[in-house]
T-cell receptor, first 113, second 113 residues
C-alpha cells in the first residue's frame, strides 16, 4: 500500500504568489516524522522542513510552512512569495521507525515570471 | 564539511558487468541508506544499515549487495547489471536517534546499456 501520496504531478504558480503542495500519508504508528525535500534540476536532495507527529504547532522555516492535519493524515507544504528559484521537484516523505524514510512520487513546481 | 560523498557521479555499464558505488560520510552517523530514483519518480529504499556490521534489505534489494565494515563507508555492489538498474542512486545518512532528517549525497547516475 502506498504510504505517501502526492496527487499533483505538476503545479504552476505565479512569481510572488503562495502555493500549496499536497501530501497525504498512511500509518498506524503514533510516532512518526514528516519531511519535505526539494530536488532542483541539478539533482541534489535539499531538506526543507520537518514535522513530528507529536508537535502541537505547524512547522515553519522561512518561506516554507507545513500545514499538518493529523486527523486527516495530511502534511501539505505551503511556499509563500514564490521565487523563480523555487522551480523544482518537491518530495514529501515519512519516517515511521528509525530505519527508513519513504517518499512520495513528487510534485513538479514551475514558477512563472 | 564534506557530509555524504558518493563516487562516481556518472557511470555507463554494459549488461552483465558489475560495479561498486562508493559512499562515505564524515558525520559519525550510525544510520546509512541506499535509495534509487527512477526517472520522474520518488526514491525507493534498496538497503540500509544501522551500524557497522549490520545491514538489512529495503523495498527493492534484488540485484544489489551491501556491506558496512566501518561507520563511515557503505558501498553498494551491483552484480550482473541489467537495464532495469538504470537509475540515479542516492546514499544518505542520519544520526541514530529520533526521526531526524536524512543527509543525502549528490547521487550517482547509472546507465546500463
Amino acid at each position: 500500500a502506498q504510504k505517501i501520496t502526492q496527487t499533483q504531478p505538476g503545479m504552476f504558480v505565479q512569481e510572488k504568489e503562495a502555493v500549496t503542495l499536497d501530501c497525504t500519508y498512511d500509518t498506524s504508528d503514533p510516532s512518526y516524522g514528516l519531511f519535505w525535500y526539494k530536488q532542483p534540476s541539478s539533482g541534489e536532495m535539499i531538506f526543507l522542513i520537518y514535522q513530528g507527529s507529536y508537535d502541537q504547532q505547524n512547522a515553519t522555516e522561512g518561506r516554507y510552512s507545513l500545514n499538518f492535519q493529523k486527523a486527516r493524515k495530511s502534511a501539505n507544504l505551503v511556499i509563500s512569495a514564490s521565487q523563480l528559484g523555487d522551480s523544482a521537484m518537491y518530495f514529501c516523505a515519512m519516517r515511521e521507525g528509525i530505519n527508513d524514510m519513504r517518499f512520495g512520487a513528487g510534485t513538479r513546481l514551475t514558477v512563472k515570471p | 564539511n564534506a557530509g555524504v560523498t558518493q563516487t562516481p557521479k556518472f557511470r555507463i555499464l554494459k549488461i552483465g558487468q558489475s560495479m561498486t558505488l562508493q559512499c562515505t560520510q564524515d558525520m559519525n552517523h550510525n544510520y546509512m541508506y541506499w535509495y534509487r530514483q527512477d526517472p520522474g519518480m520518488g526514491l525507493k529504499l534498496i538497503y540500509y544499515s544501522v551500524g557497522a556490521g549490520i545491514t538489512d534489505k529495503g523495498e527493492v534489494p534484488n540485484g544489489y549487495n551491501v556491506s558496512r565494515s566501518t561507520t563511515e563507508d557503505f558501498p553498494l555492489r551491483l552484480e550482473l547489471a541489467a537495464p532495469s538498474q538504470t537509475s540515479v542512486y542516492f546514499c544518505a545518512s542520519s544520526p541514530g536517534t529520533g526521526y531526524g532528517k536524512l543527509f543525502f549525497g549528490s547521487g550517482t547516475q547509472l546507465s546500463v546499456l
